[in-house]
């Protein structure tokens, strides 16, 4: 049998945002299919609204980049109600133009690049047409916003880097990056809260601790904060280690 | 006394699993939970509890357990060669496992993970709102030779020598998919493809997912996919990595992933993949989402009535080996009527 594709159901003249359905028991608002910075806003409070809202049937809500995703026992509401629920709150304000999440801070992180901790600088590097060295000044130089926290617990995609950056995901994956590996891909960085393989290349490293289940806060960058990766050695960085989770890493509200 | 349940040897994929901590896909910590779990309502309807209480599954091969008190047990999931004292028991049955009896589980007969469920569950502490390891997160760790599970109080002390017949799902077979949100990146033929192509459950797999191998079928592909946006993943989410190969992620995946989606596996049918053990046989089958709903309502009224369902452990005396090991453990069958029930399920 040919599927019937998972419809998008709600659309203005440009045809976003859109609702897809994901599995059986999800809804997903997109406003986008690139990253942009309006479109990460819209998600980021139209989640925050649909958790205002507290429909019944409703279990969790989570962002994506450009997407805010809703679960719900489809015993419990319909499809068709939800998506009701979500076209009227849809139609209900200017998404694009919503405030960034409050309490938002910016940390300074530091990283090192290249070296046999990071073994993929170089190789990053001539994919985006620059030197090693202008591979650091670019990265360690663009102050970059949470977008999302995604894939791994307390885990950010962060960005926008500059356009030479958009360099694809490798079609093979590395077997393994360490948690607090810095990697890179599509004008994105990745900082890995866990251990894990991937497509992003892994051009720094760091000491940060991102997910911290014995604390009171667990989870420790929230989307809309902000991360200066800044250039250290692998000696400053063995030391920082040791001083605790935040591996050298500094914070302060923005006001 | 503290009751307590002590593990003297573990296979290396055991585990505390429950259903699960809902509440953090917003912080990139999926549910996570147990990977099959109907074996978990089966083994609550065993032994007349809740199924939100903390289990030890086992990937693959069991352990050796003793009871530090009198306490029931109950084994769900894919059967594994179990004994008490040395006499084989019964799969998908309750069973009473004095103080002091040393309970043996082996390796999987069939299926991939085999289920211990306690009277009162395993009581440690819960970290996140639930007591399950979540490896992949670095949430709790594997069960280990040394421990002692401190157990909650059984609601129902001395109910023991029931069995449930349980749903087939230990031998691979078809499973139902729903198109989701990018299932039109791949085009009509790869979806018929896609459909025909017979996959066998490759041995890598883990409570993240596991990866599938086709004979001979041209690769999937997706070009629109390598440089999507990253976006929202659940269990059940059949991804295609950049070299075509398929993998079906389970309750330990990630949030968000890159690599496309062609489809999602029913709920109610994940156990079929998440049991499927290396080698056997998965074919995959589109349905309607309205179709899919009915069935999640199936499998809910199912799991609903699965107490209704269980009957007692065959009592005739010509059939028990050794009576009294029977009347000192309820529930202790021979090895014939284990080939019975094989027959029936």
């Given at each position: 049998m040919t599927p019937h594709p998972a419809t998008p159901t709600h659309q203005d003249a440009t045809g976003w945002p859109h609702i897809r359905t994901v599995g059986v028991d999800g809804l997903l608002v997109s406003f986008g299919d690139r990253l942009t910075e309006p479109a990460n806003r819209a998600a980021l409070a139209l989640r925050a609204a649909i958790e205002a809202e507290g429909w019944d049937g409703v279990e969790e809500c989570s962002t994506s980049l450009v997407s805010a995703y809703v679960m719900f026992d489809p015993l419990g509401i319909s499809h068709s109600d939800l998506q009701t629920h979500l076209r009227h709150l849809l139609d209900s304000r200017d998404w694009y133009n919503a405030d960034l999440p409050q309490g938002r801070r910016l940390w300074r992180i530091p990283t090192v690049y290249g070296t046999d901790l990071a073994p993929q600088l170089s190789e990053a590097a001539q994919a985006a047409g620059m030197s090693e060295a202008e591979a650091i000044a670019s990265i360690s130089g663009t102050r970059v916003r949470v977008q999302t926290i995604g894939f791994a617990p307390g885990q950010p995609y962060l960005g926008e880097l500059d356009a030479a950056w958009d360099i694809p995901r490798q079609?093979?994956?590395?077997?393994r990056v360490p948690e607090g590996a810095l990697t890179v891909a599509i004008r994105q960085l990745v900082l890995f809260s866990v251990s894990t393989p991937t497509g992003w290349r892994h051009i720094g490293q760091t000491a940060f601790r991102l997910f911290r289940p014995e604390a009171d806060t667990p989870f420790v960058l929230r989307p809309g904060d902000e991360v200066e990766f800044q250039q250290t050695t692998p000696e400053k960085l063995a030391v920082m280690r040791q001083d605790?989770?935040?591996?050298g890493a500094t914070s302060e509200k923005i006001t | 006394m503290t009751r307590a349940l002590i593990v003297h040897r573990a296979g290396p994929g055991v585990t505390l699993q429950d259903q699960g901590r809902p509440g953090y896909l917003g912080f990139?910590?999926?549910?996570?939970?147990?990977?099959?779990r109907l074996a978990l309502a089966e083994g609550a309807a065993l032994l007349g509890q809740g199924d939100d209480l903390a289990v030890i599954e086992m990937a693959g091969l069991g352990g050796e357990f003793e009871a530090g008190s009198d306490m029931r047990i109950a084994l769900t999931g894919a059967p594994m060669r179990a004994s008490i004292a040395g006499t084989r028991i019964a799969w998908n049955a309750s069973h009473a496992l004095p103080q002091g009896a040393r309970l043996s589980i082996g390796g999987a007969e069939q299926g991939s993970y085999g289920y211990l469920h306690i009277g009162g569950g395993v009581d440690v502490a819960a970290q996140l709102g639930a007591r399950g390891a979540h490896l992949a997160a670095g949430v709790g760790h594997a069960v280990r030779a040394g421990d002692d599970l401190p157990l909650g109080e059984d609601p129902k002390p001395g109910e023991v020598g029931q069995g449930i017949t349980p749903l087939?799902?230990?031998?691979g077979g078809t499973v139902r998919v729903v198109p989701s949100l990018q299932t039109d990146f791949f085009g009509p033929d790869q979806i018929a493809g896609f459909e025909a192509t017979d996959f066998h459950r490759d041995t890598r797999g883990s409570r993240m997912g596991v990866r599938l191998i086709a004979e001979a079928a041209d690769p999937l592909h997706s070009?629109?996919?390598?440089?999507v946006l990253s976006e929202v993943v659940v269990p059940g989410d059949i991804q295609i990595t950049g070299d075509g190969t398929p993998f079906v992620l389970l309750s330990e995946c990630q949030t968000t992933g890159g690599y496309p989606r062609i489809c999602s596996v029913l709920p109610c049918d994940l156990p079929i993949v998440a049991q499927a053990q290396p080698g056997a046989t998965l074919r995959f089958a589109f349905v309607a989402l309205q179709d899919a709903v009915e069935a999640e309502r199936r499998a809910a009224a199912h799991r609903a009535g699965l107490r209704d369902g269980l009957w007692p452990l065959v009592r005739d005396p010509h059939d028990i080996a050794d009576l009294l090991s029977y009347q000192l453990i309820g529930g202790v069958t021979a090895g014939t009527e284990l080939d019975q029930e094989k027959a029936q399920t």
């Amino acid at each position: 049998m040919t599927p019937h594709p998972a419809t998008p159901t709600h659309q203005d003249a440009t045809g976003w945002p859109h609702i897809r359905t994901v599995g059986v028991d999800g809804l997903l608002v997109s406003f986008g299919d690139r990253l942009t910075e309006p479109a990460n806003r819209a998600a980021l409070a139209l989640r925050a609204a649909i958790e205002a809202e507290g429909w019944d049937g409703v279990e969790e809500c989570s962002t994506s980049l450009v997407s805010a995703y809703v679960m719900f026992d489809p015993l419990g509401i319909s499809h068709s109600d939800l998506q009701t629920h979500l076209r009227h709150l849809l139609d209900s304000r200017d998404w694009y133009n919503a405030d960034l999440p409050q309490g938002r801070r910016l940390w300074r992180i530091p990283t090192v690049y290249g070296t046999d901790l990071a073994p993929q600088l170089s190789e990053a590097a001539q994919a985006a047409g620059m030197s090693e060295a202008e591979a650091i000044a670019s990265i360690s130089g663009t102050r970059v916003r949470v977008q999302t926290i995604g894939f791994a617990p307390g885990q950010p995609y962060l960005g926008e880097l500059d356009a030479a950056w958009d360099i694809p995901r490798q079609k093979t994956l590395t077997d393994r990056v360490p948690e607090g590996a810095l990697t890179v891909a599509i004008r994105q960085l990745v900082l890995f809260s866990v251990s894990t393989p991937t497509g992003w290349r892994h051009i720094g490293q760091t000491a940060f601790r991102l997910f911290r289940p014995e604390a009171d806060t667990p989870f420790v960058l929230r989307p809309g904060d902000e991360v200066e990766f800044q250039q250290t050695t692998p000696e400053k960085l063995a030391v920082m280690r040791q001083d605790g989770p935040d591996g050298g890493a500094t914070s302060e509200k923005i006001t | 006394m503290t009751r307590a349940l002590i593990v003297h040897r573990a296979g290396p994929g055991v585990t505390l699993q429950d259903q699960g901590r809902p509440g953090y896909l917003g912080f990139g910590l999926s549910r996570g939970g147990a990977a099959d779990r109907l074996a978990l309502a089966e083994g609550a309807a065993l032994l007349g509890q809740g199924d939100d209480l903390a289990v030890i599954e086992m990937a693959g091969l069991g352990g050796e357990f003793e009871a530090g008190s009198d306490m029931r047990i109950a084994l769900t999931g894919a059967p594994m060669r179990a004994s008490i004292a040395g006499t084989r028991i019964a799969w998908n049955a309750s069973h009473a496992l004095p103080q002091g009896a040393r309970l043996s589980i082996g390796g999987a007969e069939q299926g991939s993970y085999g289920y211990l469920h306690i009277g009162g569950g395993v009581d440690v502490a819960a970290q996140l709102g639930a007591r399950g390891a979540h490896l992949a997160a670095g949430v709790g760790h594997a069960v280990r030779a040394g421990d002692d599970l401190p157990l909650g109080e059984d609601p129902k002390p001395g109910e023991v020598g029931q069995g449930i017949t349980p749903l087939a799902r230990f031998d691979g077979g078809t499973v139902r998919v729903v198109p989701s949100l990018q299932t039109d990146f791949f085009g009509p033929d790869q979806i018929a493809g896609f459909e025909a192509t017979d996959f066998h459950r490759d041995t890598r797999g883990s409570r993240m997912g596991v990866r599938l191998i086709a004979e001979a079928a041209d690769p999937l592909h997706s070009d629109a996919g390598l440089s999507v946006l990253s976006e929202v993943v659940v269990p059940g989410d059949i991804q295609i990595t950049g070299d075509g190969t398929p993998f079906v992620l389970l309750s330990e995946c990630q949030t968000t992933g890159g690599y496309p989606r062609i489809c999602s596996v029913l709920p109610c049918d994940l156990p079929i993949v998440a049991q499927a053990q290396p080698g056997a046989t998965l074919r995959f089958a589109f349905v309607a989402l309205q179709d899919a709903v009915e069935a999640e309502r199936r499998a809910a009224a199912h799991r609903a009535g699965l107490r209704d369902g269980l009957w007692p452990l065959v009592r005739d005396p010509h059939d028990i080996a050794d009576l009294l090991s029977y009347q000192l453990i309820g529930g202790v069958t021979a090895g014939t009527e284990l080939d019975q029930e094989k027959a029936q399920t």
